[in-house]
């Protein structure tokens, strides 16, 4: 099993390239006047320093101790080096080095060893806590992946399983009501079989696609109200608005259940009951209401189309920085605000 991918292993090389060009031309503005020897040697030990600093805690001691959560070991092996090996080690490479060209680099004020110590494990802290980070923050963007990825499947599972549920109230009802209108209206019981056959198909074939046309989802909510009116005593108690652009696109069945519950929670027989449904797009955003009177009797439902809790979260999913959902409340009223951001 390879250690890295070779999409990781062309970043790496493409991060310390332009790192170590960084630290050559600083080396080189700081030591120019000391020759190019000087200066190449002194970057040659600066390299070995922070690459090994990083990768010892890249490749070893965070994937092997950390990540396994053997906390103290990690801790041992990774203070013995911060602290002991590598400033040591540093120190003797540099004392090496001054000693190589004492013949041409003229000596300057001595520094006390402690300064030196310090600053040796200063750096080495930044290296290593670099190293540690980068394996760190790589597992954690590509576990948030794994994760994103698993809740949009688990997701689509879950609507194709409850998108069959489209209020099976609406279906008995729509039937029943055909079934009525067959004797007295035959005209109007074929317009609301094609309505029915043309919602039906949307919700069972068009839900697989990723998006569809705004004015598609539009046009069977339409569908979807003109069959609950159905049943109704006072169908002008349910208003509708619409002002969208056709090429707008929107994962399917976004709005279907606001609309399914203000028809479930809503007693439009009632003279007095309005359901009140508009989409509007302005600009980059989206916005829809629908407002409801909730009627007095309790109503508990083993259905709720595909459910109030599954939209939040695909919202929360496909649009995770851009909605805002607001669901209001009161002792007569229901009132749910969606704005979605769409992206440019």
């Known amino acids: 099993m390879n250690i890295m991918s070779r ?36 970057f040659v030990i600066m390299a070995f320093w922070s690459i090994s600093s990083f990768y010892l805690f890249y490749l070893f001691l965070v994937p092997r101790y950390l990540a396994k959560k053997r906390i103290l070991l990690f801790t041992v092996f990774g203070s013995l080096f911060i602290f002991g090996i590598m400033p040591l080690l540093i120190h003797l490479l540099f004392k090496l080095h001054l000693k190589a060209f004492a013949a041409s680099v003229p000596s300057s004020n001595p520094v006390p060893a402690s300064a030196f110590w310090m600053m040796y494990v200063f750096i080495t802290v930044f290296w290593s806590g670099l190293g540690t980070f980068f394996k760190f923050g790589r597992a954690w963007f590509k576990n948030i992946k794994l994760k994103r990825d698993l809740e949009k499947k ?3 599972s879950e609507l194709k399983t409850l998108k069959s549920k489209l ?13 009525t209108l067959i004797q007295s209206d035959p005209d109007q019981a074929s317009d609301a079989l094609s309505r029915l056959s043309d919602l039906l198909r949307y919700v069972i074939y068009d839900t ?10 539009v046009d069977n909510i339409q569908k979807y109200i003109e069959l ?11 208003k509708f608005a619409v002002d969208v652009k056709k090429e707008t696109e929107i994962p399917p069945m976004l709005f279907f259940p606001f609309v399914e519950n203000g028809f479930k ?21 989206i916005s829809f209401n629908c407002r409801n009177h909730i009627h007095d009797r309790k109503q508990s439902d083993k259905y709720s189309g595909i459910g109030l809790e599954l939209a939040r979260k695909r919202l929360e999913l496909l649009f995770p920085d851009s909605h805002q959902l607001r669901i ?16 440019k």
């Open 265 to 285: 929670h809503s007693n439009l027989n009632n003279p007095d009951h309005k359901l009140k449904i508009s989409i509007y797009e302005n600009a980059n955003c």
């Open 208 to 217: 697989e696609n990723e998006k569809v046309p705004i004015q598609e989802e």
């Open 228 to 238: 609950e009116k159905l049943r109704l005593l006072n169908p002008d108690n349910v």
């Open 328 to 343: 209001n409340q009161d002792d007569n009223a229901y009132h749910v605000e969606l704005t979605l951001e769409l992206s």
């Open 154 to 156: 688990n997701l689509q």
């Open 7 to 42: 999409r990781t292993i062309g970043v790496h090389i493409l991060f310390w390239i332009v790192l170590l060009v960084l630290l050559f031309i600083n080396q080189h503005s700081n030591d120019h006047e000391k020759g190019i020897a000087f200066v190449f040697s002194s």
């Open 167 to 179: 209020n099976p109230h609406l279906l008995f009802n729509t039937l029943n009501n055909i079934d």
